[in-house]
Every structure is written in structure tokens, then in C-alpha cells.
């Protein structure tokens, strides 16, 4: 199987379903000309040409709601955000137009729009550009919000948001755009809502998406040979629709939680999990749930310290001590 | 050039001189409908029937009348939450608006979305939209849908004159202009932002914005429903076959309160109400000049409004009839994929309560 990297493989997806279906359209800032800001998209325009791959000017909120409109013709945009943290600038386009229309019509109009772009810490850009806007966007009904952390995710998932009828907030990391890993060629898919058990355990499960789940698969190995901890790590990859029996099933088998997150920790995805997890398996726990997040404060631009703000190896390390003992 | 003179002028524009008596008269029943289905609205309101904002129509009957009948197959029409003539001019049954006020399951989006979101993609309507200004971004992307597909059609997406202060306009007028995208962009200028009077809110001219985009632009007296169509026509006639959008600042006026419920004294006086009622209602002068062309008479006159005006309790007692959507309904019409469950291919929990 073809290893290559998380950027590539979400190239890939666009590819195929640009091939797929002639209504598929791509849209956004430097997406064409300039090959992609992070060369997601490089090489698309040449392949598909200026009416598919669109390059906008810098107007997110006039942008994202052409692309709304658009997309209750029929036409299937997949907008990028150069940066997920812009996306409150066209914040009125997509939690009141993109997540209210089908229902505000009484279920006559579709939206089937994908936004996809970066939504994380850790690249020194500081506070504005380092949002992840995942538990904002999941806070509407009406959206469905994906974070892959692995090449083979990222391209299964965005096929599957670019093939949906409901608009679809897909949120990479730019930090993983040079991860490596086996991809197969050509058409799969993988479901929204469906977590994966990335790795087996048996003494405390880890509950995380996105780049955390790597720093969690990282932090396993040295609690397995240093601790003796058998960690268990649930990747929810999709926060809405969200698979909560896998979280049930890991929690009933190991009966003590950690969530691992690079959100800040008020109202984060992991707020609402550990609400789930008390509500449902509250007799199945040893201990409480415990969160690791990002430390609670803008992100902090200075390059050593931003590390120790967001989840890190070492944090994961720590935090799960403290959930077992 | 006199009134009467200009007003004869729009009436031999080939697109109104080619109108039947039988269109005519259409024409202007369609205004008096709007008329008194918002007046029964209002009277529902009143009674406490219909909660929330009512933003009327009452006034401003010409403009989406006048656009609305320009409508060709591949035409279609976005506007803001004033939507109620929008709705009624492209066709939709005043029962299923009624309902929709009352908060009824029968109501045209089934009670969920209230006065300011009436919705018939069937009639290439998308909608009344609550957001000032939110919907011309959307109306962009209907236009360029309709490129995208190589459809011969305009999108016309209409806004109040407050809603040409909001960002999201302009960068709307960039993209059409940008990509020749064949969107009308209709600012129905009733004089007043909420409360605000056009010059204590707006600097300059609000259609002259267009030349900042090298967009063509157009005015509007929006009182004469002949001059809202044959102006409307060659705006609507280049969008469709040159694919080029266009500024319309249509003049008109709102006789009661943005909302009803707001105080509109504050910021008028009654005499100014007053003296557009006597000299620019649109549908008195519809009416004049339908009865000079001898397409009108008192009998018809007396016919139609009865009409309408039973049109409008038939759909009041049909609202009052309509049963409310139950609970269970409120978690329907937020997904498809939970609407079409048996073509669902994503897992997991949608809801979470």
C-alpha cells in the first residue's frame, strides 16, 4: 500500500471526487494559482481547470455564503479556510445560513457544502491564527463536524463529507500535512460518526481526535514500558455525528478516562463527553474523568512555551498518572 | 417631464405594452392580496396569534410584485425577513404563510421557521432570511450557480436599505462583479434602517456604491409598478444574456413600524405617512391608471379587494384550524441524513439530549 503524506492524501480525495461528480467545485484563497497556501491543492487547477478550482479573493464571509447559496442549486462546494480560525468572519454564513437553512425551510432546502481547512495551535502565529473551532461548529445542530489525525482518515473522511447532503465543517491541522502513512489508491470511504480504536488496552482509556491522538499513541508507549499502564486510545474522528458507543465500550472494558484535546478546556468537545461519560457509565467508572486540554489562556505566540501549552507527549504522560492513580 | 407623462412612457416599454387587460388586472390584484393578507396578519398579531417580529409589506406591494412578475424558468429571487410580498408575488398559497405565522405543522416551512422564513425552491424562492444582509452572499451563489451550470437565468437577491452598510454586501458585489455573475442586487429603499433615517445612516448614495465595483446601477421609483418593470427588465435582460449583475435602488416606503410592534413615531412623523398614502400608494396608483386604460372599473375594483380580503380570513381560519407540530417534530428537518434514514451512511449519535 502507497505510504504518503496527510496532505496529499486529502488532495487525493479532492481529486477523486472532483472526477466523481462534475458539481463538485473548489473554492477559496490561493487554492489555484498559487498551488494552495499549504499545497493541499497543488496541481488540481492544472488537472480541472479555472471553472472547478476557484481561487476567491480574501472575503470569507462572501465566499462561504456563495458557496451556501450555491450549494442549495446543487453544486457541491468544498470551501477552503486557509486558517479554520477565519471562520468568524463568515461566522453569520455558516452557523445561521449553512446550519439553519434546511430546517428553517421546514426540510425543503439541502446544503451539502464542505468547509475544510486548518484548526490548530503550534505553529507560532499566534492568538488569532490559532483557533480549533471544532466545539463551536458541533455546537449546531445542523452542522456535522470530522477532525482525521491520519493520512488514511483525512482522505476517507473528506470523500465522505464532499458525498453527504448536510453541510460537513472538516478541520485538518497543518501540523500533520507532513505525516506519513499507508493510504490505499483509488475509492474508499471512511463513515462519519464511526471512532477507531487506533490501539488496545486495558487500563485506562484515552478519549481524543486530531492531533492529540498521535501525542496519546506516543505517550502510551512509555506508559506501557515505563508505568505498566496498558492504555486503550479511542480516535473519535468525527465529533457530530459522534460514535459514543465506542467510548461506552472502551470505558465499560478499562473503567477509568482521560480525554486528550487541543481545546481550551470551557466548554470544549471534552466538556460534553465527560457529560455523556458520567450520564452513561457512571457505575462503570473507578475514578472521574479527567481532561487534558490546552492551558487556558489566548495562544501564547513564544515558540518554546507555546509546546508547553497545547497537549504534548509529556502532558499526556503526566495527566493519565493522575487518572489511574 | 411630467408624471403623467413618465408614467405613460413605462407603460409603452415593450414589456408592458405587451401585457393582456387579463395581466393587468393580475398585476394589481396581486397587490391588493398582499395588501390584505398583511393587514390580516396584522390583526392576528394583534390577537396575540403570531409571536415574535412582523415585518409588513404594506407600501412597498410594487416592488416584488413589479420584479417578481418578470420571472423566467431559470430566474430566481432571495430576499431579507421583509418577505411576505416576495412569498405571495412568486406564487406561494397564503395559507401555507398564514399557518407558517401561526406556528402550524401546515405552515410552508411546517412551523419552524416563522414570518421572517418563507421558503419555495419549487418557485426558485430561497427565502426570507433574518440576518441584515446575510442572504446576498447566498444570492451571489445562486447567480453563480447558475453560470456554474450555464443556465440563461438572473438571480435577484433582494435587501432593506440598511443592509447595504453590512460588510458581507460588499464583499457580494466584489464576487458578482469579480466573476460577471449574473446577480441583480435589489435595495428596496424604504427611507429607514429599523429606525434610522437613509441620511443618519448611510453616507452618500446607496446605488452609486456600484461604481466602486464598475457595476452598472439603476433607480427606481418603486410606487409605479410600470416603471419597476420596464426598468427591472433591461437590468433582469442583461444579467440573463451577458451574465452581468447590476445595482437597483428601488425607492419605496413602509406605512407601518419596521416591526409593528415598534414605536415609528419617534423617528416620523404621522403627516410624512400620511402624505405617502395619499400621493404615492402604489396601489391607488395602479389603480388610476389600470382605470384610465379602461381595464378597471368601481365593479371590479369592489370585486377584487373582496377577494382578497376573504383570501385572507380563508387563511387566518385555516391557521386557526391547523394543529401545532408536536415535540417529536422539533428534531426533525435538521439533517438529512436523519430525514432519509434509510439512505444514512454516516454512524454515530446525531443529537445528544
Given amino acids: 500500500m502507497p505510504v504518503i503524506t496527510y496532505r496529499e492524501a486529502i488532495r487525493h480525495a479532492l481529486a477523486e471526487e472532483l472526477t466523481r461528480d462534475e458539481n463538485v467545485v473548489v473554492m477559496g484563497e490561493e487554492v489555484g494559482q498559487f498551488n494552495g497556501a499549504y499545497k493541499v491543492t497543488e496541481g488540481l487547477l492544472e488537472k480541472f481547470g479555472p471553472k472547478r478550482i476557484v481561487d476567491t479573493p480574501i472575503s470569507e464571509a462572501g465566499f462561504i455564503g456563495l458557496g451556501i447559496g450555491a450549494s442549495m442549486l446543487g453544486i457541491r462546494p468544498v470551501m477552503e479556510l486557509m486558517f479554520w480560525s477565519f471562520y468568524s468572519v463568515a461566522f453569520d454564513q455558516i452557523v445561521n445560513n449553512a446550519a439553519n437553512v434546511r430546517y428553517m425551510s421546514g426540510g425543503l432546502i439541502n446544503c451539502p457544502i464542505v468547509i475544510r481547512g486548518p484548526a490548530n495551535g503550534g505553529t507560532n502565529v499566534g492568538a488569532t491564527h490559532s483557533h480549533t473551532t471544532e466545539n463551536v461548529l458541533a455546537h449546531h445542530p445542523g452542522l456535522k463536524v470530522v477532525v482525521p489525525a491520519t493520512p488514511y482518515d483525512a482522505k476517507g473522511l473528506l470523500k465522505s463529507a464532499i458525498r453527504d447532503n448536510d453541510p460537513v465543517m472538516f478541520l485538518e491541522n497543518t501540523i500533520l500535512y507532513g505525516d506519513k502513512g499507508e493510504v490505499p489508491e483509488g475509492d474508499y470511504v471512511v463513515p462519519l460518526g464511526k471512532a477507531d480504536v487506533k490501539r488496545e488496552g486495558t487500563d485506562l482509556t484515552i478519549v481524543t481526535y486530531g492531533r492529540s491522538v ?49 481545546q481550551k478546556p470551557f466548554c470544549s468537545v471534552g466538556a460534553q463527553l465527560s457529560d455523556m461519560i458520567q450520564l452513561e457509565a457512571f457505575d462503570e467508572l473507578d475514578g472521574p474523568v479527567h481532561r487534558l486540554c490546552t492551558v487556558d489562556a489566548p495562544a501564547i505566540y513564544s515558540p518554546p512555551v507555546e509546546v508547553e501549552q497545547l497537549p504534548n507527549v509529556n502532558r499526556v504522560i503526566k495527566a493519565a498518572l493522575a487518572a489511574v492513580k | 417631464m411630467s408624471k403623467s407623462t413618465q408614467a405613460k412612457s413605462h407603460a409603452s416599454a415593450p414589456v408592458n405594452a405587451r401585457l393582456s387587460k387579463e395581466e393587468k388586472v393580475e398585476l394589481y390584484r396581486k397587490m391588493v392580496r398582499i395588501r390584505r393578507f398583511e393587514e390580516r396578519s396584522l390583526r392576528a398579531y394583534q390577537a396575540k396569534k403570531i409571536g415574535g417580529f412582523l415585518h409588513l409589506y404594506i407600501g412597498q406591494e410594487a416592488v416584488a410584485v413589479g420584479c417578481c412578475s418578470l420571472m423566467g424558468k431559470n430566474d430566481h429571487v432571495i430576499t431579507a425577513y421583509r418577505d411576505h410580498g416576495h412569498a405571495i408575488s412568486v406564487g406561494m398559497d397564503t395559507k401555507g404563510l398564514m399557518a407558517e405565522m401561526y406556528g402550524k405543522v401546515t405552515g410552508c416551512s411546517k412551523g419552524k421557521g416563522g414570518s421572517m422564513h418563507f421558503f419555495a425552491p419549487s418557485l426558485n424562492y430561497w427565502g426570507g432570511h433574518g440576518i441584515v444582509g446575510g442572504q446576498i452572499p447566498l444570492g451571489t451563489g445562486l447567480a453563480y450557480g447558475l453560470k456554474f451550470k450555464g443556465l440563461k437565468g438572473a438571480a435577484m437577491a433582494f435587501m432593506g436599505d440598511g443592509a447595504v452598510n453590512q460588510g458581507a454586501v460588499h464583499e457580494a458585489y466584489n464576487l458578482a462583479a469579480l466573476w460577471n455573475l449574473p446577480c441583480v442586487f435589489v435595495i428596496e429603499n424604504n427611507g429607514y434602517s429599523m429606525g434610522t433615517s437613509q441620511e443618519r445612516s448611510s453616507a452618500g448614495e446607496l446605488h452609486q456604491r456600484a461604481a466602486g465595483y464598475d ?35 428601488i425607492d419605496t416606503y413602509r406605512y407601518r413600524g419596521h416591526s409593528v410592534a415598534d414605536p415609528d413615531k419617534t423617528y416620523r412623523s404621522k403627516a410624512e405617512i400620511e402624505e405617502y398614502q395619499r400621493t404615492k400608494d402604489p396601489l391607488n396608483l395602479f389603480q388610476s391608471i389600470l382605470r384610465e386604460e379602461g381595464n378597471l372599473d368601481d365593479a371590479l375594483v369592489e370585486k377584487i379587494d373582496q377577494e382578497a380580503r376573504a383570501e385572507a380570513d380563508v387563511a387566518a381560519d385555516f391557521a386557526e384550524a391547523s394543529p401545532f407540530p408536536t415535540v417529536e417534530d422539533i428534531q426533525k428537518d435538521v439533517y438529512w441524513e436523519s430525514d432519509n434514514p434509510s439512505q444514512r451512511v454516516s454512524q454515530g449519535r446525531l443529537f445528544f439530549n
Avoid: C
Fill in chain 1, 214 to 262: 498521535l501525542h496519546s499513541l506516543k505517550a502510551a508507549e512509555t506508559l506501557a514500558t515505563e508505568h505498566k499502564i496498558n492504555v486503550e486510545i479511542v480516535d473519535l474522528r468525527s465529533i457530530r455525528p459522534l460514535d459514543f458507543d465506542a467510548v461506552l465500550a472502551s470505558v465499560r472494558k478499562t473503567h477509568r478516562v482521560l480525554i486528550v484535546e487541543e
Fill in chain 2, 215 to 249: 457595476m452598472a446601477w439603476e433607480v427606481i421609483n418603486g410606487h409605479d409598478l410600470y416603471e419597476v418593470r420596464a426598468k427591472m427588465d433591461v437590468v433582469l435582460t442583461r444579467a440573463r444574456e451577458e451574465s452581468k449583475p447590476s445595482v437597483v435602488e
